[in-house]
């Protein structure tokens, strides 16, 4: 099992933070066979190649740690088209936040950038962060959709919204990732029952799991724990993640996209 979904270092918003040397004990203690790892999404703003230093760090901690897979942060807006396309050659794919502090945006508004272009037409997978907020929905992405062939990730389970989730559960390329599916349950983050399919009027992991298999099949579904989030909003939050994995591959929901 692989644990999709890390943030490295510290974040400006949250004051949240995790170390490479945490993540190098938790992938040993918990037996799992590597991480994706990106950096984390609020950063101070700078208006050219936000995320340059974050990502250099990122790529540095994968060659000092093997398990470690390293995922480029994009922002599509304020990056330049030369630093991505010379940079990336580093990284395993890449990874979208629409929401960072100061540096919002729509996910509409970015389909006809050339980073954009450079990204569908790579073999590489796309993380993209989604929620219920227009401009995040995994129904803004549909354009996306229709031009990549190659691995599209969508976080957070879409927040479990029936429309959007069908739309993408068409697209054989499109993968779910579940993080933080304890935090998210714990600390009633999907908000939005009355977007929700009936069979989730009640939010247990093994009625959402059971749920995003018949739409996706098992899969297109992946593990993640979206630390340090999970750390700092529930107590044990990790261990709490750790035991949706363990379920996971019991059952069968221990394939990755990175294998697509």
Request: glycine share 4%; aromatic share 12%.
């Amino acid at each position: 099992m692989i644990d999709h979904h890390i943030h490295l270092g510290k974040d400006a918003l949250t004051g949240f933070s995790l170390s490479e040397e945490m993540v190098t004990k938790r992938l040993d203690k918990f037996h799992l066979g590597g991480a994706v790892v990106f950096s984390c999404p609020n950063i101070s703003y700078t208006n050219e190649n936000p995320y340059s230093k974050n990502n250099k760090k990122v790529y540095k901690s994968s060659i000092d740690e093997k398990k470690f897979i390293p995922f480029m942060f994009v922002h599509p807006l304020l990056d330049r088209f030369g630093y991505i396309e010379r940079e990336q050659e580093k990284f395993k794919g890449f990874k979208f936040y629409p929401r960072a502090v100061s540096m919002e945006y729509h996910y509409k508004d970015i389909s006809n950038r050339r980073i954009i272009d450079l990204v569908s037409e790579s073999s590489k997978p796309a993380v993209f962060h989604t929620g219920f907020r227009e401009g995040s929905r995994i129904k803004d992405l549909v354009w996306m959709m229709k031009r990549k062939k190659s691995p599209l990730v969508f976080v957070h389970s879409g927040d479990l919204i029936e429309r959007d989730l069908k739309i993408a559960s068409k697209y054989e390329n499109v993968f779910i990732d579940i993080s933080p599916l304890a935090t998210m349950i714990s600390k009633n983050f999907f908000i939005n029952s009355n977007r929700r399919h009936p069979n989730l009027k009640i939010l247990t992991p093994k009625n959402i799991l059971s749920h995003l298999k018949n739409l996706f099949g098992i899969e297109r579904i992946v593990w993640g724990s979206d630390s340090p989030w999970c750390d700092n909003l529930i107590n044990e939050g990790y261990n709490e993640e750790i035991k949706i994995s363990r379920v996971m591959d019991k059952e069968g929901f221990n394939k990755s996209y990175l294998d697509f």
